[in-house]
């Protein structure tokens, strides 16, 4: 499975962003089975986890974004969705979509800049 997140770009704080990740080589009936999440990795930090999204629709947010960010999924389209609104600059950093139960390659993400 390859997946390519895009969407990123720079924005003011207060603004939003909408990415998309999409999942290629795999078929429509095994990725609807995924949980899927949306990791954020800061400048010079550590991966994190900030949303993820069960086959089912349930979601679960970080602490961090919860209020401001919607994870949302197209399973007919191989698609996972993070909306980011109220950005701040701390938002900054390479977002990247995954399967947590059982990681995938990461694909090379997508760049988000939030400016104050």
């Known amino acids: 499975v390859q997946l390519q997140a895009s969407g990123g770009g720079l924005v003011q704080a207060g603004g939003s962003l909408r990415l998309s990740c999409r999942a290629s080589?795999?078929?429509?009936?095994?990725?609807?089975?995924?949980?899927m999440a949306w990791y954020h990795q800061a400048p010079g930090k550590q991966r994190e986890l900030v949303a993820n999204i069960s086959s089912y629709g349930t979601t679960d947010y970080a602490d961090s974004v919860k209020g401001r960010f919607t994870i949302s999924r197209d399973n007919a389209k191989k698609t996972v969705y993070l909306q980011m609104n109220s950005l701040k600059p701390e938002d900054t950093g390479v977002y990247y979509c995954?399967?947590?139960?059982?990681?995938?390659?990461w694909g090379q993400g997508t760049q988000v800049t939030v400016s104050s």
């Open positions: 995954n399967r947590p139960c059982s990681l995938m390659n």
């Open positions: 080589r795999t078929i429509y009936s095994v990725y609807s089975t995924y949980t």
